[in-house]
């Protein structure tokens, strides 16, 4: 069974760069799509990004130019780097993930059905 | 873009009660809709996907209904554990983004 567990810090300068990773357990890489998703305190979900096994991306446009999401498979590891952070980006990040699967009607995304317990990331000085 | 509203933002109600929240697209996502529940300090926990699918392991009380535009999450006896935030999303494979609704916070009246 897979789990997802999120790891950096949880303090981050204003203007600095925000960095978290998701290790993945219990099963392999490949087959999921890999996903960041934020929820500021007393707020909404806001989904982030995410990450195909191949590599390929994509972004909220409304955050689109300052994060990369990224992905280690020899690490079973995947990342998110959120550039130019302000007080506004304080929030829980959750990591989620689920199938991408073929069927007759071509590729699909399966909604989030594993997530990782999140991490509080306080922007501050 | 496609924009989700969810409706009510806060319901109050009491255990046993049938208790129905929409969540409407601001364009078709045919059946890709999810939603999840989610209790202070956790992750949220996937009830329902493809708009009417019951997630493993998730009580029978909970089902979803729509497609299109205008989707329906019903808890048809609420219980004590049920006092959540829920939440809509789409996640139509014809579009790349990825959506969640506003909330819906589930209070004991």
């Known amino acids: 069974q897979v789990q997802l567990q999120e790891s950096g810090p949880g303090l981050v300068k204003p203007s600095e760069t925000l960095s978290l990773t998701c290790t993945v357990s219990g099963g392999s890489i490949s087959s999921y799509y890999w996903s960041w998703i934020r929820q500021p305190p007393g707020k909404g979900l806001e989904w982030i990004g995410y990450i195909y096994y191949s590599g390929s991306t994509n972004y909220n446009p409304s955050l689109k130019s300052r994060v990369t999401i990224s992905v280690d498979t020899s690490k079973n590891q995947f990342s998110l780097k959120l550039s130019s952070v302000t007080a506004a980006d304080t929030a829980v990040y959750y990591c989620?993930?689920?199938?991408?699967?073929?069927?007759?009607?071509?590729?699909?995304?399966?909604?989030?059905?594993?997530w990782g317990q999140g991490t509080m990331v306080t922007v501050s000085s | 873009d496609i924009q989700m509203t969810q409706s009510p933002s806060t319901l109050s109600a009491s255990v046993g009660d049938r208790v129905t929240i929409t969540c409407r697209a601001s364009?078709?996502?045919?059946?890709?809709l999810a939603w999840y529940q989610q209790k202070p300090g956790k992750a949220p926990k996937l009830l329902i996907y493809?708009?009417?699918s019951l997630e493993s392991g998730v009580p029978s009380r909970f089902s979803g209904s729509g497609s299109g535009t205008e989707f329906t999450l019903t808890i048809s006896s609420l219980q004590p554990d049920d006092f959540a935030t829920y939440y809509c999303?789409?996640?139509?494979?014809?579009?790349?983004?990825?959506?969640f609704g506003g909330g819906t916070k589930v209070e004991i009246k």
């Open positions: 364009q078709s996502i045919s059946s890709w």
């Open positions: 989620a993930s689920a199938v991408y699967y073929y069927d007759s009607s071509g590729y699909h995304r399966h909604a989030f059905d594993i």
């Open positions: 493809k708009a009417s």
């Open positions: 999303q789409q996640y139509n494979s014809y579009s790349p983004e990825i959506t």
